[in-house]
Nanobody, 119 residues
């Protein structure tokens, strides 16, 4: 599984941004969970959101509930993270990742994309 993230940038607080993750795989993605994780300077990496590829079941960290929306487009093999009402504390490098359902950790990673929210 290969992942290519894009769409980061600089935005003012209260603004919106969408990051995308193009997924390529030689196997079916039906048993995979796609996630967005982020890491801010001096902080541990955290799971922001995830979605099961087949059923579309979603998870959101409490810090982003109601502001972020994860989705996947099976036809385009792309996962999106729509981020609204952004806050300066959302500033981080955002990574897309994939794991087999049932695994604790993510097995495949894309390169990070920087999201910076100015106050």
């Amino acid at each position: 599984v290969q992942l290519q993230a894009s769409g980061g940038g600089l935005v003012q607080a209260g603004g919106s941004l969408r990051v995308s993750c193009a997924v390529s795989a030689r196997t079916t993605l039906s048993y995979y969970v796609m996630g967005w994780l982020r890491q801010a300077p001096g902080k541990e990496r955290e799971v922001v959101s995830s979605v099961t590829w087949s059923g579309g079941l979603t998870y959101y960290a409490d810090s982003v509930k109601g502001r972020f929306t994860i989705s996947r487009d099976k036809a385009k093999n792309t996962v999106y993270l729509q981020m609204n009402s952004l806050k300066p504390e959302d500033t981080a490098v955002y990574y897309c990742a994939a794991k087999m359902r049932g695994n604790n950790g993510y097995d495949f990673w894309g390169q990070g994309t920087q999201v910076t929210v100015s106050s």
